[in-house]
């Protein structure tokens, strides 16, 4: 089994920076990817971005370009999610999630196989 938790969510202004950390434990060396979600009130779960835990490839939605940035740091089992000038429209749970898979070309929801508990960002005007 593999345990995520999420860390960093809190409330900000609109045009704050913000970087959450997901950390990793137990079998974590069963996965191979991680990827950073979110879902506002009402709507379904958005992919944002993931990339493999050594780093060496990212893949992110076009929604994320240009202000969110995903890294991994092997050593210390974690991925952070840096976001820069967020908006209000940035509020919601966001989600750190594991894949066993060890290719990704078009990332999905089902590929994923370990979640975290989220962390709550809010983004106020």
């Known amino acids: 089994q593999v345990q995520l938790v999420e860390s960093g969510g809190g409330l900000v202004q609109a045009g704050d920076s913000l970087r959450l950390s997901c950390t990793a434990s137990g079998r974590t060396a069963s996965f191979n990817w991680v990827a950073w979600f979110r879902q506002a009130p009402g709507k379904d779960r958005e992919f944002l971005g993931t990339i493999t835990r050594d780093d060496t490839n990212t893949i992110y939605a076009d929604s994320a370009k240009g202000r969110f940035t995903i890294s991994a740091d092997n050593a210390k089992n974690t991925v952070d999610l840096q976001m820069n000038k967020l908006k209000p429209e940035d509020t919601a749970v966001y989600y750190c999630?594991?894949?066993?898979?060890?290719?990704?070309?078009?990332?999905?929801?089902?590929?994923?196989?370990?979640w975290g508990q989220g962390t709550q960002v809010t983004v106020s005007s």
């Open positions: 999630a594991a894949s066993t898979t060890s290719s990704i070309m078009i990332p999905r929801i089902e590929q994923y196989d370990y």
